[in-house]
Nanobody, 129 residues
Framework: VQLQASGGGLVQTGGSLRLSCVAS????????LAWFRQAPGKEREFVAA???????????YYADSVKGRFTFSRDNAKNTVYLQMNSLKPEDTAVYYC????????????????????WGQGTQVTVSS
């Protein structure tokens, strides 16, 4: 599956952005999907993810640093996932990447970037203080 992320930009502290990631080539309904981010000089870190659970439902997971501020959602009909980011902070500044895994994804591996086999190109989010 190919992924195309968009929606990044420059926003003030406390502002909001919504990132989108459009998938092509395969339908994503059975995929584990995630957002990661990488700030300058830092390692890529997990932000949020969704994995199929018990048939047609999904479970969503968040890094502690974004819990309560970010919301992951997926629209399988549009083959798109979103990351709604509210109450943004300067420390949220990073390049944000969407990622997909075609096989099963266990909860313990949800934040491990090596579990994902497809990556989007990244979109820059800058939060000014």
């Amino acid at each position: 599956v190919q992924l195309q992320a968009s929606g990044g930009g420059l926003v003030q502290t406390g502002g909001s952005l919504r990132l989108s990631c459009v998938a092509s080539g395969r339908t994503i309904s059975n995929y584990g999907l995630a957002w990661f981010r990488q700030a300058p000089g830092k390692e890529r870190e997990f932000v949020a993810a969704s994995r199929p659970y018990l048939g047609s439902s999904y479970r969503t997971y968040y890094a502690d640093s974004v819990k309560g501020r970010f919301t992951f959602s997926r629209d399988n009909a549009k083959n798109t996932v979103y990351l709604q980011m509210n109450s943004l902070k300067p420390e949220d500044t990073a390049v944000y990447y969407c990622a997909a895994r075609s096989g099963s994804l266990v909860q313990s591996a949800i934040g491990d970037s090596v579990q994902y086999d497809s990556w989007g190109q990244g979109t820059q989010v800058t939060v000014s203080s």
